[in-house]
């Protein structure tokens, strides 16, 4: 591949029933790139805790995927409240969840540590009041 690829999704953050529809059409891109599955999945992963972080926290947001040649770069985008503390949030089982998130099966506290554990690189810019990007790659080489 010697072009790069982009995939754009909106996230909607009123919709728990279409949190993780982007990283399903990232799954089916990639595939059809012929993507290797062990890469296919650690994208997929740690972008649909993404997707479900700015459902859950942020009201919606972006998420951007480059299909580059060595590499797959997502990058997550919302305009939510930000994260007052990122060294407290990237400590597994820690959660801003709300009881009413938590009896839907979310918040759990994994979305940013498993964001982390799936990706090879991964930075969080957040504002409090602002918004939160976060920029994950995964190496395909």
């Keep these: 591949m010697s072009e790069e690829l982009i995939f754009h999704f909106d996230v909607d953050g009123e919709d728990f029933t279409s949190a993780g529809q982007a990283s399903v059409q ?4 990639l595939r059809r790139l012929g993507i ?4 296919i999945r650690r994208v997929s992963i740690a972008m ?3 997707e479900i972080n700015m459902v859950i926290h ?3 947001g972006v998420a951007d995927v480059k299909v580059l040649e060595d590499r797959i770069e997502i990058v997550l985008t919302d305009h939510g409240p930000g994260i007052k503390d990122i060294d407290m949030a990237m ?3 820690y959660s801003t969840a709300t009881d009413n998130i938590r ?5 759990a ?3 940013l540590p498993n964001m982390k554990r ?3 690189t991964m930075k969080i810019d957040s504002t409090l009041g602002v918004g939160t990007t976060i920029v994950m790659t995964v190496n395909i080489q």
């Design 103 to 107: 009896t839907l099966g979310f918040g």
């Design 91 to 93: 400590q597994e089982g």
């Design 109 to 111: 506290g994994m979305g």
């Design 36 to 39: 290797s599955p062990e890469i």
């Design 26 to 29: 990232v799954k089916k891109n």
């Design 48 to 50: 649909y805790e993404g």
């Design 118 to 120: 799936y990706s090879d």
């Design 58 to 60: 942020a009201g919606g």
